[in-house]
């Protein structure tokens, strides 16, 4: 079974930016899976930021999209996050994840199977 | 960006009630639909994909139908284990969109 382990900083000033890895294991990056990033606001609900393949295409949110970069570390088996132009908007609990999913016919239907336990970041001065 | 409505955001239920949650999409999304339940503190699980197929490991109380703009998650017959947060979640497009959760309390 694939797990996942978020790790970086727990505070980031404002304007600053946000710097988070996720390590793989028991798997491998190159993987033909999309790599997650879903993040969740004290108290609300779940956004998701985007996804990388270890090909490194990219599909960001839109809202987050000037601001988000994805990257892939194969040599580390590891997927990274930056997000620039921090405020207090984006503290919030910071989840990798795999994007899995099961074909039916033509049809395939993706689902987030794992999830890392999740980092709490906040930003503050 | 399509949007998920869920509703309730709350209930009240007691051990044993049949629970239903309602889901709604602002767009077609055929069966692109999931859901997860959310735990205090913990990290969601996924209990059923493709709006009616359950995840493996989960109980059979849980189910899930709709298709097109309307779904729905059932309980039937709520356990202790069962209070918690439920999101839905489409898969039809980029970006991934979740509804604003739906918290299932005990009355």
């Known amino acids: 079974q694939v797990q996942l382990q978020e790790s970086g900083p727990g505070l980031v000033k404002p304007s600053g930016t946000l710097s988070l890895t996720c390590t793989v294991s028991?798997?491998?990056?190159?993987?033909?899976?999309?790599w997650s990033w879903i993040r969740q606001p004290p108290g609300k609900g779940l956004e998701w930021i985007g996804e990388i393949y270890h090909s490194g295409s990219t599909n960001y949110n839109p809202s987050l999209k000037s601001r988000v970069t994805m990257s892939v570390d194969k040599s580390k088996n590891q997927f990274s996050l930056k997000l620039t132009s921090v405020n207090a908007a984006d503290t919030a609990v910071y989840y990798c994840?795999?994007?899995?999913?099961?074909?039916?016919?033509?049809?395939?239907?993706?689902?987030?199977?794992?999830w890392g336990i999740g980092t709490t970041v906040t930003v503050s001065s | 960006d399509i949007q998920m409505t869920q509703s309730p955001s709350s209930l009240s239920a007691s051990v044993g009630d049949r629970v239903t949650i309602t889901c709604r999409a602002s767009q077609s999304i055929s069966t692109y639909l999931n859901w997860y339940q959310q735990k205090p503190g913990k990290v969601p699980n996924l209990l059923i994909y493709?709006?009616?197929s359950l995840q493996s490991g989960v109980p059979s109380r849980f189910s899930g139908s709709g298709s097109g703009t309307d779904f729905t998650l059932t309980i039937t017959s709520l356990q202790p284990e069962d209070f918690a947060t439920y999101y839905c979640q489409q898969s039809y497009s980029t970006p991934l969109t979740f509804g604003g959760g739906t918290k299932v309390e005990i009355k």
């Open positions: 994840a795999i994007k899995g999913g099961y074909s039916s016919g033509p049809r395939y239907y993706s689902y987030i199977d794992v």
């Open positions: 028991g798997g491998s990056i190159s993987s033909s899976t999309w």
């Open positions: 493709a709006a009616s």
